[in-house]
Nanobody, 119 residues
């Protein structure tokens, strides 16, 4: 059973935009806060953004505040990450998962989606 499927990554120039999507299993992630994480080469996975089950109270790591927007559509079982004003340091594989604060609360990770920002 596929629980999390991320998509929407790609290659973009600095200053550009991308919109990531994460389709999640309703049975597994129903009523959970969801979030986005990223892992750059040679670095540990880090928290990017989170949002409550109701789609309220979004929160972000400082480095993306004002540039990224997290949202969700529970009818479609999908979480989104709109990324604007992208910087080369945003280059990473992006993953979604359920969250508790800034920590993942689920054991399963999807395949992620690669975001590459060229300077």
């Amino acid at each position: 059973q596929v629980l999390l499927v991320e998509s929407g990554g790609g290659l973009v120039q600095a200053g550009g935009s991308l919109r990531l999507s994460c389709a999640y299993s309703k049975r597994t992630f129903s009523s959970y806060s969801m979030g986005w994480f990223r892992q750059a080469p040679g670095k540990e996975r880090e928290f990017v953004a989170g949002i409550s089950w109701a789609g309220t109270n979004p929160y972000y790591t400082d480095s993306v505040k004002g540039r990224f927007t997290i949202s969700r559509d529970n009818a479609k079982n999908t979480v989104y990450l709109q990324m604007n004003s992208l910087k080369p340091e945003d280059t990473a594989v992006y993953y979604c998962n359920s969250v508790r604060g800034a920590s993942p609360s689920g054991d399963y990770w999807g395949q992620g989606t690669q975001v590459t920002v060229s300077s």
